[in-house]
C-alpha cells in the first residue's frame, strides 16, 4: 500500500480485511524503536513523524515508522 500511496495509484481493499491488517499492524508498529538506531545505515525505519490531525490508523502508522502519510 505504500507503494501504492507514494506512486498515487488506487488502493483497493476489502473493508474487513483493511481493518484486519490495521489492528493486527498497529502494536507492532508502537512497538518499532524510534531512537537512535533509527539513525544507523540500512535502518528500515526513521524517527516517528508527527500524524496530521485527522489521519487514518494506516497514516498513523505510516507517521509513527517515519514515513510521510503524504
Same mark, same amino acid.
Given at each position: 500500500?505504500?507503494? /501504492?500511496? #507514494?506512486?498515487?495509484?488506487? *488502493? $483497493?481493499?476489502?473493508? @474487513?480485511?483493511?481493518?484486519? @491488517?490495521? #489492528?493486527? *499492524?498497529?502494536?507492532?508498529?508502537? /512497538?518499532?524503536?524510534? @531512537?537512535? +538506531?533509527? +539513525?544507523?545505515? &540500512? $535502518?528500515?525505519?526513521r524517527h &516517528?513523524?508527527?500524524?496530521?490531525? &485527522?489521519? #487514518?490508523?494506516? @497514516?498513523?502508522?505510516?507517521?509513527?515508522? &517515519?514515513? $510521510?502519510?503524504?
Open positions: 500500500m505504500n507503494i /501504492s500511496k #507514494t506512486a498515487h495509484l488506487p *488502493v $483497493s481493499l476489502a473493508a @474487513d480485511e483493511l481493518l484486519r @491488517d490495521i #489492528t493486527y *499492524v498497529w502494536p507492532i508498529a508502537q /512497538s518499532v524503536p524510534d @531512537d537512535e +538506531r533509527c +539513525r544507523q545505515p &540500512g $535502518s528500515a525505519f &516517528g513523524l508527527a500524524a496530521p490531525e &485527522g489521519a #487514518t490508523r494506516f @497514516d498513523q502508522i505510516l507517521a509513527m515508522l &517515519g514515513r $510521510s502519510p503524504a
